[in-house]
């Protein structure tokens, strides 16, 4: 078939408009795939990192919204396998004013448990010495930092929602992250001393470090059974699988995936099959000409079908770049439903994506690419469009 | 006595339009030799193309046998008729039919292709070709930047590329001005008579024809005896005259 590349080149862009039109619309059409595919691996195929694998978060079986005591902090550490247990206490509240610039996550943790149990947060020591000793002191992730403008010693003042109290921080600490680099962290202790009695001894969860990922399942089931009877059951599992708990609000985020994938594949297959069987009609007479020189059934039905694949791949690349480009611009985005700074295009979507256009390409020619190469030499050459 | 080159014995060609049957060719039995340079002539219709069809196995006879190079067609599959038909045949249409998107090298290299040639041989081969038809200075030119008569002299080189035994060609004067249809027959010509290609020519034009050394008629679907000339053939030339 190398032979027959500069007659399948030249017949790609033999009609240019149409050629480039076709090319267009498949690009559009990949790099939506792209993008939704991009979603999809970082919310079902990216595989937890290292110090990931070893998290497990605790919540109140009913929802999120239903907090757990705070007692339950000991009795969990005591589970086997289990090395360190904190509190991790959303504060939600207000910065300023309710305009979603100014919003990002805020969370109320045990700050000399911090570090241990995210090895990944990295911040310099004296920063990090500086935050753990001061009880109003907060950490805010780099890219939360470089957005507000947040520098060290600065005063933030948080008016709490959830939690009726007016919180004034300072910052003291910058941390850098691969994940997750847009919260402030702040003293659980200093949220519970501000809110004395029962709310001061309830969160709403925990975050347990195991000892080894192999321990991850058996704490699980171990904490859930510690809390069974109790009034306030609990629900354990894997960082990753919490995230993904909270795309299940929206609904079956999988399934809408997939079939908006499956969607924008089966129009694409029509766009194209529409244009290659023009394609290919326009040059029934060709086809007999070039069975005249002795070129086989075989010989023609690859060419045409080259010719497809050749116009498709070439959307589908073209497709990808614009979705690595649009990932990338998201993944410099503020997060606000999930952590955007992973996105991007990973080897497995480009893969994926070039593979539907080439069978795009293949399956949209493969029926004129057939009916054209049975045609007999004679009804061929008196063709008329 | 030259070796037999084309022989058909008892050729029929029958069409189905909308359920009507067309005879375009009975009982046709004929006998070319190496060497010759025969023209078929006769009325529209009366089965000259659908003959050389059958020589090149472009099409299958509905009955009868044709016999060219030594090989029964009958007995070859679709695969192996086209390597044969691009081996042992060059042909020649009326409307050139070069690929629009190549050049006339791409055109005269595209028979190549099917042959185990390397790149390099193939364009040397082409590049021959073109200079044996004129065309030497217009190689990278696409058949939009030629005349009608350099594309047919393309055609030609394309339909000798490959060194074939039989050149066959299908009015091949039939869209060009006086000029260029001498071109194309002197160049017919030199092929049978420098080469010793054997020509089989369809055409209309009794001074095309005389670039034959032989003319043979059809008419009404049937092949004329040796020497015979359809009636309203001669009452027209007569006419003309």
Known sequence: ?385 | MSETVIETRNLSKTFVRDSFEIHALEDVNLQLHRGEFVALMGPSGSGKSTLLHLIAAMDRPSSGQIVTLGQDLATLDDHDIARWRNQHIGFVFQTFNLIPVLTALENVELPLKLTRLKKAERLAHARTALELVGLGDRMHHTPRQLSGGQEQRVAIARAVVTDPDLILADEPTGNLDAVSAREVLTLLSRLNQEFGKTVVMVTHDPHAAHAAQKIRYLDKARLLPEGDVPEDWTMAATQKR
């Open chain 1, 1 to 385: 078939m190398f032979k027959y590349l500069s007659l399948i080149l030249k017949n790609s862009v033999r009609s240019k408009r149409r050629s480039a039109l076709t090319v267009l619309s498949i690009a559009a059409s990949l790099c939506l795939l792209g993008v939704l595919g991009a979603f999809y691996h970082v919310f079902f195929l990216d595989p937890p990192t290292e110090e990931q694998a070893l998290r497990l978060w605790v919540r109140n079986r009913i929802s999120l919204a239903n907090p757990l005591p705070l007692a339950y902090q000991q009795r969990i550490a005591g589970a086997p396998g289990v090395r360190d247990v904190m509190v991790f206490q959303w504060f939600g509240g207000t910065y300023k004013d309710r305009e979603a610039k100014n919003f990002f996550a805020r969370f109320a943790v045990e700050p000399e448990r911090l570090f241990s149990i995210y090895p990944e947060y990295r911040v310099a020591e004296d920063q990090k010495l500086a935050f753990q000793r001061e009880r109003t002191a907060c950490m805010v992730g780099r890219k939360l930092a470089d957005r507000l403008g947040f520098k060290l010693g600065d005063r933030i003042v948080l008016e709490g929602d959830i939690f009726p109290v007016r919180l004034e921080l300072t910052v003291r600490a910058v941390y850098d992250s691969p994940r997750d680099n847009e919260n402030l962290l702040f003293h659980f202790e200093y949220l519970k001393e501000s809110m004395p009695g029962y709310r001061g001894e309830m969160v709403s969860n925990f975050v347990i470090a195991a000892r080894s990922a192999e321990e991850v399942p058996h704490i699980a089931e171990a904490v859930d059974a510690m809390f069974r009877n109790s009034a306030q059951q609990t629900k354990t599992e894997t960082e990753k699988a919490f995230e993904l708990s909270f795309l299940a609000f929206i609904g079956n985020v999988k399934v809408f995936l997939l079939s908006v994938c499956s969607a924008i594949t089966f129009t694409i297959l029509l766009v194209s099959g529409n244009t290659m069987a023009m394609s290919v009609r326009e040059r029934v007479r060709e086809v007999g000409i070039l069975k005249t020189l002795g070129f086989t059934r075989g010989a023609i039905l690859g060419v045409i079908l080259a010719e497809a694949v050749v116009i498709a791949l070439l959307g589908g690349i073209i497709g990808m770049f614009i979705a690595a480009g649009i990932l990338d611009l998201m993944s410099r985005a503020p997060s606000i439903a999930t952590d955007m700074s992973r996105l991007t295009l990973p080897p497995l979507i480009w893969g994926l994506c070039l593979a539907v256009s080439i069978f795009v390409g293949a399956v949209s020619a493969f029926v004129p690419a057939w009916n054209a190469s049975r045609r007999s030499i004679v009804e061929a050459l008196r063709f008329t469009d």
